[in-house]
């Protein structure tokens, strides 16, 4: 017989993990804010009252556990400082990513935490905009709005890193 913890964590896992991953761009914080997502949601499995689907309740989990550990940075400017420097280091080894993929990681990490949340949750996980707006605790119509100005500033910075190169 199994445990449907194992069977939510196994389904689920790498939609977590890469949302932490974009949002984080470091492997091993995204694997600690996986774990830690997995351990709250385990936690707190019996108050679920299934509102919105075990997918979205998941990833508002996630991204509560990426923002309370964003703030424990001592400021945002040591947590930018952070990401860029790994950023610079995945940078270096050409083998891993190409770069295009580069260029992606970067504009990500250039937007501000809730447009990277819309691109991610919507664009690369494939949420309906009543799963993000749930996972944001935002309307459907601030969802839209949001994503519309996340996607035009992703081109705009993406735009200037291709200039710029």
Request: hydrophobic residues 35%; charged residues 30%; proline residues 1%.
């Amino acid at each position: 017989m199994s445990d449907p913890r194992i069977d939510l964590y196994e389904k689920y896992k790498n939609a977590i993990f890469l949302y932490l991953y974009r949002s984080t761009l470091s492997q091993h914080i995204a694997e600690d804010l996986t774990q830690d997502t997995f351990l709250k949601a385990f936690q707190s499995l019996a108050s679920f009252r299934g509102e919105s689907s075990l997918k979205t309740w998941l990833f508002r989990i996630a991204r509560n556990t990426y923002i309370n550990h964003s703030k424990k940075k001592q400021n945002n400017m040591e947590f930018q400082t952070d990401m860029m420097d790994q950023y610079i280091t995945q940078k270096l080894d050409q083998f891993k990513r190409s770069d295009d993929q580069n260029a992606i990681e970067l504009t990500l990490l250039q937007l501000p935490e809730n447009y990277r949340t819309y691109i991610i949750l919507r664009d690369v996980n494939d949420l309906t905009y009543e799963e993000v707006a749930t996972v944001t605790n935002e309307t459907i119509g601030q969802v839209k709005v949001g994503l519309y100005r996340a996607r035009k500033k992703f081109k705009e910075i993406y735009r200037n890193l291709e200039d710029g190169e």
